[in-house]
C-alpha cells in the first residue's frame, strides 16, 4: 500500500507529521503537543461574570482582596482608586477583556503597596507539574493585553506560602493596541506547591506595587514577589487604562492557540468556586425573581418552613464547604432574609432565614419558628473561592 506524508502541517494544536494511506484514506496525525484540555487557566477570556454580569466596580483605597469576574480577583493595598469591568473589546477570536481605569492615582507608590489581578489555580489542578521536585515541568504562559500606557509590565507565579516566586515581565510597545505575550516558565525544583483542594499556583500580574514586592526577571526566588523592578505602574496615572484576556497556562515551551471551552463548560469550572441563584449573575444588584428558590411548609404558627438546596443539588459540587449568603426579594437586597409565602397572601420579605448542614454538595435553609408560612422564597451567593 502506497502512502503520502506531509512532513509539516499546522493544527490547532501546533506543528506536527501527517501520513495518509492512500488506499484506506486513513488519517494518522502525530500532532504534539495533545489536542487534550491544555489551559490551566479558567475563564481565561474573561466570559464568565456571575458577580456582576458585566457592571463596573469599583476598588477603593486600600480595599483589599476582591473578585470581580470569576475566578479574578484584584487586590488593592495601595492609595490609588479604579474601577475594574468585563468589557465587550477583545482581539480578533475573542469576545469580552478584563479592564482596569484608574480615576485616582498613587504616583508615589510606598515599599509595600500592592496593585495586582490574580488568579489562584487550584492544586488538584496543577499536581501533574510536579513542581517542588526533580521531575518538575516547564509551562508557557500566553495572553493578549492592551494599555493606554506603554513600557516594561510584570506579573509573577508564586506558591501558597508566598516563599518561591518567578518573576516576569514583559512590554507593551504600542498604546491602545492588543498585544500578544508569551512568557515560558522552567518549572520550580525546589518549595513545597500544593496539590490538593488549595491554592497550587498563584498567578499575578503587576498594576502597581512597591519595591518591597519588585525582584529580578526570570529567576526563582526564595520570596513573595509580584512583579519586577522596573515595572510601569498602571495605578500611577491618572485615567490610564490596563486590559488583559486570552489568558493560557499550559505544560510545555510552546504557545498553543487559546482553549476555547464552550459557555457551559466555561461556567461550570467557575462554579466550583462561585455559584449564584441569580439568572445571569449581578446578586447584590439583580432585581428579577427569576431562579427564586421556594419551599413548601406548613400555615401553623409553631412550625418552621424549610428549604432544601440539596434537592436539586448544586450545578456543580463545591472546592471546599463554602460560605452561603441568602438575599431577600426586596429591592434593594438584603442579606440573612427571605420572602415568607402564607396561605391566601402574597407573604412578608425581610423575614430572618438561617442556613444548616452547609456542604460542598448543597444546603438547607429555614425561616424561624413561629412564622406561619406555606413557603420561604430567596435567592443566594455560596463562595468557596480559593
Excluded at 507539574?129 to 521531575?135: E, K, N, Q, R
Excluded at 509590565?153 to 500578544?180: C, V
Excluded at 498602571?234 to 490596563?242: F, P
Excluded at 444546603?363 to 435567592?379: D, E, L, N, R
Amino acid at each position: 500500500m502506497s502512502t503520502i506524508k506531509v512532513n509539516t502541517i499546522q493544527t490547532a494544536a501546533g506543528t506536527g507529521s501527517l501520513t495518509v494511506p492512500a488506499e484506506s484514506g486513513t488519517v494518522v496525525t502525530t500532532a504534539s503537543p495533545s489536542l487534550g484540555r491544555r489551559n490551566l487557566i479558567i475563564n481565561g477570556d474573561m466570559r464568565i461574570d456571575q458577580r456582576n454580569a458585566g457592571a463596573s466596580v469599583s476598588r477603593s483605597a486600600g480595599s483589599g482582596d476582591a473578585y470581580q469576574l470569576d475566578r479574578w480577583l484584584t487586590a488593592n493595598a495601595a492609595d490609588a482608586v479604579y474601577t475594574v469591568q468585563r468589557v465587550s473589546d477583545a482581539p480578533t477570536g475573542l469576545i469580552t477583556s478584563l479592564k482596569i481605569t484608574v480615576t485616582t492615582e498613587d504616583a508615589s507608590l510606598g515599599a509595600s503597596q500592592i496593585n495586582l489581578v490574580r488568579q489562584s489555580i487550584e492544586g488538584n489542578n496543577v499536581s501533574d507539574l510536579a513542581w517542588g521536585s526533580a521531575s518538575a515541568k516547564s509551562v508557557t504562559l500566553s495572553f493578549w493585553v492592551k494599555s493606554s500606557l506603554t513600557g516594561q509590565f510584570g506579573g509573577s507565579m508564586t506558591n501558597s506560602a508566598g516563599n518561591r516566586t518567578y518573576p516576569f515581565n514583559y512590554t507593551i510597545s504600542s498604546a491602545n493596541t492588543w498585544e500578544q505575550k508569551t512568557i515560558t516558565v522552567a518549572g520550580d525544583t525546589s518549595g513545597t506547591w500544593l496539590t490538593g483542594n488549595n491554592v497550587g499556583i498563584r498567578l499575578d500580574f503587576n498594576i502597581g506595587t512597591g519595591s518591597n514586592f519588585l525582584g529580578t526577571a526570570n529567576a526563582w526566588a526564595a520570596s513573595n514577589l509580584v512583579g519586577t523592578t522596573g515595572d510601569t505602574s498602571v495605578v500611577g496615572t491618572l485615567n490610564a487604562t490596563w486590559q488583559i484576556t486570552g489568558v493560557q497556562l499550559e505544560v510545555g515551551s510552546v504557545a498553543t492557540p487559546f482553549e476555547h471551552r464552550s459557555y457551559g463548560e466555561e461556567l461550570a469550572l467557575c462554579q466550583r468556586y462561585f455559584e449564584t441563584s441569580f439568572d445571569g449573575g449581578a446578586s447584590t444588584t439583580n432585581t428579577s425573581g427569576a431562579g427564586t428558590f421556594v419551599w413548601g411548609g406548613t400555615a401553623t404558627a409553631t412550625t418552621t418552613s424549610f428549604v432544601g438546596i440539596g434537592s436539586p443539588r448544586y450545578g456543580t459540587p463545591k472546592r471546599a464547604t463554602p460560605t452561603i449568603t441568602i438575599y431577600d426579594l426586596a429591592s434593594p437586597r438584603n442579606t440573612g432574609k427571605c420572602h415568607r409565602l402564607q396561605l391566601g397572601t402574597s407573604g412578608t420579605n425581610n423575614e430572618s432565614v438561617t442556613v444548616g448542614d452547609n456542604g460542598t454538595s448543597g444546603f438547607t435553609a429555614y425561616s424561624p419558628s413561629g412564622s406561619a408560612a406555606t413557603g420561604i422564597a430567596f435567592h443566594y451567593a455560596s463562595d468557596a473561592e480559593l
